[in-house]
């Protein structure tokens, strides 16, 4: 069983519709979460980043972490063509992700059509 | 302007042919890593760096070494490439809580 599951899509929606991507993890040691985005043929970029239990809110995005469940979601509102990307979660153990090993889930593509 | 770079970008070579990739940082970051990307695995974490000359195993190290001598540079090297490590390589750095900035990848193909 992999540390991290995910969903790999692909998921298609429509302009403006609320998306939800999730991952589920196995290792309760994990205390920093994460969500990137990846374009083609590019390296990921950070989007959020959260270390506790509930919701962190940034613009069109929110991240919520359920600890209990082992269980993170990503909701992005109202989205536009330009979200459409491959979405990818983290995690790791420490507080401080930089300076530990990260395990990343296999990473859902996402398209929004116009 | 920040930046992560990496060379090469793509790379053919054949089995068992030494090869290092270099990655180059200018945020003067602690932390540095290096990622192998497969289909269906995502990202897979093969060694990081906390700082010079301190470097860890992460997820995936059989095959590969590294080395920190200078803050700036985390070369990933191949001594005896093989089929199975044919993928796409990220390098990544950052600070304490930062964001990391990922480079924009070696395609790595081994025959």
């Known amino acids: 069983q992999k540390e991290v599951e995910q969903d790999p899509g692909p998921l298609s929606v429509p302009e403006g519709a609320i998306v939800s991507l999730n991952c589920t993890y196995s290792?309760?040691?994990?205390?920093?979460f994460m969500w990137y985005r990846q374009y083609s043929r590019k390296g990921p970029e950070l989007l959020m980043y959260?270390?506790?239990?509930g919701n962190k809110e940034d613009g069109r995005f929110t991240a919520q972490v359920d600890k209990s469940s082992k269980y993170i979601s990503l909701f992005i509102r109202d989205s536009q063509p330009s979200d459409s990307a491959t979405y990818l979660c983290?995690?790791?153990?420490?507080?401080?992700?930089?300076?530990?090993?990260?395990?990343f889930g296999s990473g859902t593509r996402l398209s929004i059509r116009p | 302007e920040a930046q992560v770079t990496q060379n090469p970008r793509y790379l053919i070579t054949v089995t068992g042919k030494k090869l290092t990739v270099t990655c180059s940082q200018n945020m003067n970051h602690e932390y540095m890593s290096w990622y192998r990307q497969d289909p269906g695995l995502g990202l897979r974490q093969i060694y990081y760096?906390?700082?010079?000359?301190?470097?860890d195993k992460g997820d995936v190290p059989e095959g590969y070494k590294v080395s920190r001598k200078e803050k700036r540079n985390f070369p990933l090297i191949l001594e005896s490439p093989s089929p199975n490590q044919t993928s796409l390589y990220f390098c990544a750095s950052s600070s304490t809580q930062s964001e990391q900035y990922f480079g924009p990848g070696t395609r790595l193909t081994v025959t």
């Open positions: 290792n309760s040691a994990f205390q920093y």
């Open positions: 983290a995690m790791s153990p420490l507080k401080y992700s930089s300076a530990s090993k990260i395990i």
């Open positions: 959260t270390y506790s239990s």
């Open positions: 760096s906390m700082n010079v000359e301190v470097t």
